[in-house]
C-alpha cells in the first residue's frame, strides 16, 4: 500500500452553520459545494485537498456517519482495492464498501483503524473497483 498524501477532512459538527460559516468568512476558504437540506459543505484548497462539513442531521441519515468520532482524515492512495484488502489483512474493520462519484473521479471506503481511530481511504481518478 502506498499512502500518497491526505486529500480530505470531514467534520460532523453540532453546529452546521456556524461551522460553515467560520470556515468560509473566518479563514476565508473557497466554497466549492454546498447541499444545505442535507447538510454537507465542501470547502476546496488550491492544493486540490477539501473540508467537508457534515451537519448532525447526517448521523442518522448513513450508518457511516455514526462512526465519526471527531475529525476523519481521508488518506489517498495509488490503489484503493489493494490497500483495503491489505488494511483487512492486518485486523482492520472496514464500516462501508468502497464508493464512489458517478464519474469515477474518486471513490472513498471508511474504516476503523488498528489504533481505534476512524479513518477513510480515498483514490482520485478514473478508476474501477478492480486492481
Request: aromatic letters at 14%; proline letters at 2%.
Amino acid at each position: 500500500m502506498k499512502i500518497t498524501d491526505f486529500r480530505w477532512i470531514g467534520f460532523l459538527v453540532h453546529d452546521y452553520e456556524a461551522t460553515c460559516n467560520f470556515f468560509q468568512h473566518d479563514l476565508g476558504l473557497k466554497l466549492d459545494s454546498a447541499d444545505d437540506n442535507r447538510e454537507i459543505t465542501m470547502f476546496r484548497f488550491p492544493s486540490g485537498q477539501s473540508i467537508e462539513v457534515f451537519g448532525p442531521s447526517n448521523r442518522t441519515r448513513k450508518e457511516k456517519y455514526k462512526h465519526f468520532n471527531g475529525p476523519v482524515i481521508g488518506l489517498e492512495v495509488d490503489n484503493i482495492v489493494a490497500a483495503r484488502d491489505e488494511l483487512l489483512s492486518k485486523g482492520a474493520e472496514f464500516v462501508s464498501e468502497i464508493e464512489g462519484l458517478e464519474d469515477g473521479s474518486v471513490k472513498w471506503v471508511y474504516f476503523w483503524g488498528l489504533d481505534g481511530q476512524f479513518y477513510s481511504l480515498h483514490q482520485h481518478g478514473d478508476i474501477s473497483f478492480t486492481e
